[in-house]
């Protein structure tokens, strides 16, 4: 396998890193995948650059359109955090006004208790249910405790699948940094404008 550190970014592409790997061993087909936050696109090395152009947003666009039907909207996840808070701490009263999708790599959410507006990472688009519950439970505690103190934690032990959840989040952010690109690759993704 070898990079092509141009190859790497598509031009009119933002959203997302998209990297495309031209695989000697690959005679025809064209493989394309989510690998934390980038799509990975797999093509052969003697693929022509005008057959690259073509075919590489259509892979694209057919992996988001996939995972597309498979993401909680922003309205469905703020009727879970509803959901969640009547179920497991209900004298928390309060409701988000947002709950909206974001790119975030540092952190899996975020909660502004001032406009009541939550944040997702949307590394969290492909997670399993009980993983978005975990990390929606923990942003909508914060609607009432805003630090992470003894109330706030015995609020969030109240979750039944924390421990799963963080060990599933804690494999998400180990395997992003074993797989994170080579350093030459990474400066061309992110001269992205
Ligand atoms: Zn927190």
Known sequence: MEYLPEDGVLPGITEGEIVVIRSARRKKNISAYRQGGRIVI???????????????PQMIAK?????????????????????????????ITERPASVAW?????????????????????????????????VLFHEAIHLRHFDHGEEFYAVLSR?????????????????????????ILKKVLHSQP
């Not at 992996?63 to 009547?86: Q, T």
């Not at 406009?115 to 688009?125: A, N, V, W, Y």
């Not at 699948?161 to 350093?183: C, I, K, M, N, V």
């Open 159 to 183: 979750f039944p699948q924390s421990e799963r959840a963080t060990a599933y989040l804690d494999g998400y952010e180990d395997a992003e940094r074993a797989l994170a690109a080579p350093e």
């Open 102 to 134: 974001r790119s975030m790599r540092e952190r899996w959410g975020s909660c502004t208790s001032l406009d009541r507006t939550i944040r997702i990472s949307d590394r969290l688009k492909g997670a399993p249910d009980f993983v978005l519950d975990s």
């Open 42 to 56: 797999s093509i052969p090395a003697r693929m022509s650059k005008a057959d690259e152009r073509e075919m590489v």
């Open 63 to 91: 992996i988001r359109a996939m995972e597309d039907s498979k993401i909680p909207s922003e309205e469905k996840m703020v009727e879970r955090v509803g959901e969640l808070l009547a179920e497991l701490a209900p004298e």
